[in-house]
């Protein structure tokens, strides 16, 4: 009976009521949608990062910029990216930026800690905007959509017993120098003399050696150690204290020798700020690498950084 009664009711209802709510549910979003058009337009989202490098245990601050070009206020914007940090997992970042009036840039810092030497990328996925009534949504323009950032190794002391002053006459072994021909002088050896240019000139020539101002550095964990994320920042803290460490006590120049997937890298360093320069380029892989070809792995005049910390001079530990 109650059920009769009410569809009654019903048919008595003219339904100028329900046509104007369902009219207000249809049009009112067609509205948004039509005003989230220009606003997804005007809206660009940026990402930079504040500073290109970053020492190991600091943290990485990235900026996300979103501009509103727009005189409509935004109601909400959603951004998506992963940040692939050195020596760490994949991390899915999503961001919701609300109230953005007209005209109007907001920036929001992200940070990251640098845990393992390396490069790190934040990928900016995607960038939406969302209508008044949160139901649509539209792409946001995107603008440098990924930053990179390099985490480098940090410094500490090294006692100066580790430097010999031996050490600073190392030289590369005559295999690296230019042979050129001058006088005898008073105490070189007979052996010396180049008999058949001397002939020609009735004066005594000598074949000499001018003996190249680096020292060798070999690095040996620099293939190995890559996938390991503790060990390798112990081996490039070790490797850039004891790179800094010789250029600062007067070493003229340090020849460093390490093996990529291409073979044999080498590369000449002369002052501590270009150790930085290195081992950025090293961890970013970018640039051409100079490869060393002919030349012994491990030769007795040289330094060697071992894959576990220890320093060699010839076949010598001086530092573990």
Not at 3 to 10: I, L, R
Not at 143 to 155: F, H, I, Q, S, Y
Not at 210 to 233: C, H, I, N, Q
Not at 314 to 320: A, D, I, M, S, T
Request: hydrophobic share 40%; glycine share 10%.
């Amino acid at each position: 009976m109650a059920v009769v009664t009410g569809f009654y009711f019903v048919m008595l209802y003219d339904f100028r009521g329900l046509r104007f709510l369902a009219a207000c549910l249809i049009c009112i979003p067609l509205l948004y949608l039509v005003l989230l058009i220009p606003q997804a337009r005007g809206c660009t989202v940026s990402l930079e990062a504040e500073a290109d490098t970053v020492v190991r245990e600091g943290l990485i601050a990235l900026t996300l910029t979103v501009e509103n070009r727009g005189f409509l206020p935004v109601s909400r914007i959603w951004i998506r990216g992963v940040w692939k940090g050195p020596g760490e997992e994949e991390q899915k970042i999503q961001r919701w930026l609300c109230g953005i009036r007209g005209r109007h840039v907001t920036r929001v810092c992200l940070e990251f800690p640098a845990l393992h030497c390396g490069r790190g990328e934040f990928i900016l996925t995607k960038a939406g905007v969302c209508d008044y009534s949160g139901i649509f949504a539209l792409p946001a323009r995107e603008r440098g959509g990924n930053a990179e950032v390099c985490v480098l190794p940090r410094l500490f002391s090294i006692p100066r017993q580790v430097l010999d002053p031996a050490a600073l006459r190392i030289r590369n072994g005559e295999r690296d120098g230019d042979v050129f021909v001058r006088d005898f002088h008073p105490g070189d050896s007979i052996h010396r003399v180049y008999w058949k240019l001397s002939t020609k000139t009735d004066q005594l020539q000598v074949r000499d050696r001018e003996e190249s101002a680096s020292v060798m550095f070999y690095l040996d964990g620099v293939g190995k150690l890559r996938t390991r994320p503790k060990l390798w920042d112990d081996f490039l803290d070790r490797a850039c204290s004891l790179m800094c460490f010789f250029l600062e006590e007067g070493v003229p120049g340090l020849q460093i020798v390490w093996q990529e997937e291409q073979g044999e890298a080498c590369r000449e360093i002369q002052e501590p700020e270009e150790v930085w320069t290195w081992v950025y380029a090293l961890l970013m892989q970018k640039g051409e690498i100079p490869l060393r070809e002919g030349q012994d792995v491990f030769p007795a005049s040289g330094f060697c950084l071992r894959e576990d910390g220890r320093l060699f001079l010839g076949e010598q530990c001086v530092y573990e």
